[in-house]
Every structure is written in structure tokens, then in C-alpha cells.
């Protein structure tokens, strides 16, 4: 009898931020995300030079955590979402841990993106959502073998979800998604006529 199983499993972890059971007031969150976003002048001049299609922090500002109180609450339930992922993922440390490397606001207006990237020299990625109206984009992942499928044809379109080669995650605000730094993905194009905002964040292995 034959036997079909799955194998090297992409891991993909979904919670609400305060899952824990510490609070961060969402609208202050948001009103912060934009007070940061209007006085960052290094942050809004890096966005025009690279033609960014809204503000980002990423170049700017990636140590939000120390400088701004709300911030350092969502780092310290970040490292509590991040060390429940490494259980799962079943990394061994041998004695140190993964640490914030770096914390960044997101702001797509209507018709931003984000383009299909990783995020190199880190363990794990993510992203908690701070404004997703109705209408936005969701985040789109791309399954780790996409580039060495060569001449496999397409799959049906109502292929079942692990065999999809892209999956699209709409979260909800105050969820956070990890995912391992090495899994492709993007944010598609804004449709909506709001924001979309979000925080993003890398940790490594110190």
C-alpha cells in the first residue's frame, strides 16, 4: 500500500499581542505610530529617496522600544510570543537566547506595497497590526521551494492549503504573525482608502 506524507514543515505562528495577559491600548498605539511617523525627518527623507510608497521607521528609528513607553510594552510581549515560537520550533540555544534586534513602523497609504523580500542575519520575523481597514492588503507568503520547482506545472486553483504556493494571511489588529527570517513574503498593494499600519521587528541569536 502506498503512503504520501509531508515533509520540513514551514511553521507559521498566530496570536493576539495580549494573548499573555498584559494590555496595550490600541488607539494609543496608533496615535503613536503617526506622531513617530511626523517628526521622523531622517525617516520621511529616507522613504522619498527610495521611492518608499509611505513612511517606514526601518531606516531610521529601529529602537522604538527604548525610546517610547508603548513600545517597550509591545517588546516585552513580543519576547513572550517569540520564546513560545522557538518551543515550538524546537530550536535549541544551547544556553543564550533570541533577542529584539530591531522594531520598525509601517504606514501603507492607498495604493502602497511592499515588495516580495526576507529579512537576512535574523532568526525570526514578524509583524502586529496596529490598523488594517476594511479592504487592505493581506500579507502574502511564498512557499520556501517556489524557486526550485523548475518545470513543475501549476497547481489547481482549489488545491488544498499545503499545497499552495502562496498563502495570504489577513490578520486581524492586535494579532501578531512569526515566521522564520528566511520565508518570503509581501505586502500587496493597499486598496483600501485608509492606512494600513503595522509593526514589524526582527530577533536574533545573541
Known amino acids: 500500500m502506498s503512503e504520501i506524507e509531508s515533509l520540513f514543515v514551514t511553521r507559521l505562528y498566530r496570536a ?10 490600541a488607539q494609543e498605539l496608533e496615535a503613536s505610530c503617526y506622531s513617530i511617523a511626523e517628526d521622523d525627518e531622517a525617516g520621511q527623507d529616507w522613504c522619498e529617496a527610495n521611492a518608499y510608497p509611505g513612511y517606514t521607521s526601518y531606516a531610521s528609528l529601529t529602537d522604538l522600544g527604548w525610546r517610547f513607553p508603548i513600545f517597550e510594552a509591545v517588546t516585552k510581549l513580543l519576547d513572550q510570543h517569540v520564546a513560545a515560537f522557538v518551543k515550538d520550533l524546537c530550536f535549541d540555544l544551547d ?3 533570541l533577542k529584539l534586534e530591531d522594531l520598525w513602523i509601517n504606514i501603507l497609504p ?4 511592499h515588495g516580495s523580500h526576507i529579512h537576512p542575519h535574523s532568526v525570526i ?3 502586529t497590526y496596529v490598523a488594517m ?3 487592505t492588503s493581506a500579507l502574502k507568503l511564498e512557499d520556501p521551494r517556489h ?3 523548475m518545470a513543475a506545472p501549476p497547481r489547481f486553483k482549489d488545491v488544498r492549503r499545503d499545497l499552495k504556493t502562496f498563502i495570504y494571511m489577513k490578520p486581524d ?3 501578531v504573525l512569526l515566521w522564520e527570517s528566511w520565508l518570503r513574503h509581501e505586502v500587496p498593494m493597499n486598496m483600501s482608502e485608509e492606512d494600513r499600519i503595522s509593526v514589524s521587528f526582527n530577533y536574533n541569536w545573541a
Not at 493576539?16 to 491600548?25: H, N
Not at 492607498?110 to 506595497?113: A, D, F, K, L
Open 125 to 127: 520575523s514578524g509583524t
Open 95 to 97: 544556553g543564550r537566547e
Open 110 to 113: 492607498e495604493g502602497g506595497s
Open 133 to 135: 481597514p476594511e479592504g
Open 173 to 175: 489588529v492586535g494579532d
Open 16 to 25: 493576539r499581542l495580549t494573548e499573555f495577559g498584559e494590555t496595550v491600548d
Open 147 to 149: 524557486a526550485m520547482m
